[in-house]
């Protein structure tokens, strides 16, 4: 790798960890560890998808965090929504600015797509530590 790859490597490695937290990246390469196929597509998630999108200015990480749980829901990508929802949660997106982010999307994306992330949502949020609403 060239000194800019490893840059954006380690870029991309540092905020995803810190988004998504340093057990399930780690889990993640770990994973992938022996399978040249799927350790290519964890580097290149890390440059690329963290390294070079994430790492720009112009919007924090909680903005981009919203935006996820928006696409992923138009997308219908259940298991990638569930973990950007707790990276969310971390960047400090609100209950309720997720709940808007839901309505809004179940607008322009369809119910059905809503509706599956709402069930993750309500999964997630049972199974931890409250975040603030909008109004704390």
Same mark, same amino acid.
């Given at each position: 790798?060239?000194?800019?790859? /490893?840059?954006?490597?380690?870029?991309?490695?540092?905020?995803?960890?810190?988004?998504?937290?340093?057990?399930?990246?780690?889990? =993640?390469?770990?994973? =992938?560890?022996?399978?040249?196929? @799927?350790?290519?597509?964890?580097?290149?998630?890390?440059?690329?998808?963290?390294?070079?999108?994430?790492?720009?200015?112009?919007?924090?990480?909680?903005?981009?965090?919203?935006?996820?749980?928006?696409?992923?829901?138009?997308?219908?990508?259940?298991?990638?929504?569930?973990?950007?929802?707790?990276?969310?949660?971390?960047?400090?997106?609100?209950?309720?600015?997720?709940?808007?982010?839901?309505?809004? %999307? =179940?607008?322009?994306?369809?119910?059905?797509?809503?509706?599956? @992330?709402?069930?993750?949502?309500?999964? /997630?949020? /049972?199974?931890?530590?409250?975040?603030? /609403? %909008?109004?704390?």
């Amino acid at each position: 790798m060239d000194d800019q790859r /490893t840059q954006r490597f380690n870029d991309g490695l540092s905020v995803r960890r810190q988004v998504l937290g340093a057990t399930y990246v780690d889990k =993640a390469f770990a994973d =992938a560890k022996g399978d040249s196929i @799927s350790e290519e597509l964890q580097k290149m998630v890390t440059e690329f998808g963290w390294g070079v999108a994430w790492t720009r200015p112009g919007l924090s990480l909680k903005t981009r965090s919203m935006l996820n749980l928006a696409i992923l829901t138009a997308l219908n990508r259940p298991h990638e929504f569930e973990t950007h929802l707790r990276g969310a949660l971390t960047n400090g997106v609100s209950h309720d600015e997720i709940k808007e982010i839901l309505f809004h %999307s =179940a607008i322009y994306c369809g119910w059905p797509a809503a509706l599956d @992330s709402f069930r993750i949502v309500k999964k /997630t949020l /049972t199974a931890s530590d409250p975040a603030p /609403t %909008s109004q704390d």
